[in-house]
């Protein structure tokens, strides 16, 4: 799935930057991954991020990696090479695309509203070449806050929730969502009075 996310990237970039209005940036991202119900005892993960992104007036379009990292807070088991496994092991991974709209717009800040979708998932075990990894299509939806330093750099923090299973068969469950606490610091894309200033709408 992740290679026709990234066509779907390259076409945009290419078409994006002849439309009247239209923006590019890249940020890094940082943050906290909370688990919910059973997957609680995965613990809190720290998230490291990069992401590109395309804007025309209110409505923009993310292309995101994430990274979580560090082992679970408990145990869990988990069915590898037809053997049980006690593990803390634990590497998270999310890569998809988000779409993001200004529904308030000041002349240095801005409220959006964000759903997005992608594969998220855990590499719980590895040995050679063989991983063991819970995998599912994460489907998320939030709030953010930008706030522009400048015709170039922007900060956003953001609260995701996003409704996500890890399948674990004949192992410990692991159902439950995801809340993600993440901060972003990016560049490309310009505030709301440079528009207003430049008689944009």
């Known amino acids: 799935m992740y290679k026709y996310i990234f066509l779907t990237l390259i076409i945009i970039s290419n078409a994006l930057p002849s439309e009247p209005n239209a923006e590019s940036g890249i940020g890094i ?16 993960h720290p998230v490291a991020g990069v992401n590109l992104s395309f804007r025309k ?45 200004d529904f308030l717009q000041y002349p240095s800040t801005s409220f959006s509203l964000l759903a997005g979708i992608g594969i998220d998932n855990i590499n719980s075990c590895s040995i050679n070449d063989n991983k063991y990894i819970m995998q599912d299509i994460g489907k998320s939806i939030g709030i953010s806050y930008k706030y522009y330093f400048n015709n170039r750099f922007y900060i956003k923090p953001h609260l ?3 409704f996500v299973y890890y399948p674990n068969p004949n192992g410990t ?12 610091l990016s560049s490309g ?13």
């Open 160 to 162: 995701l929730y996003t």
């Open 57 to 101: 007036e209110k409505i923009s379009l993310r292309l995101e990696l994430q990274i979580r990292f560090l082992q679970s807070r408990d145990t869990y088991s988990v069915l590898f090479l037809g053997e049980d496994k006690n593990t803390r092991a634990f590497l998270g991974g999310f890569y998809g695309i988000f779409t993001e709209y």
């Open 173 to 184: 469950s692991l159902k439950g969502n995801t809340v993600s606490l993440l901060l972003t």
């Open 189 to 201: 894309h310009k505030p709301p009075e440079y528009f207003k200033s430049m008689n944009i709408k």
């Open 29 to 44: 991202l940082s943050g906290l991954w909370i688990p919910t119900g059973d997957a609680k005892l995965l613990g809190v």
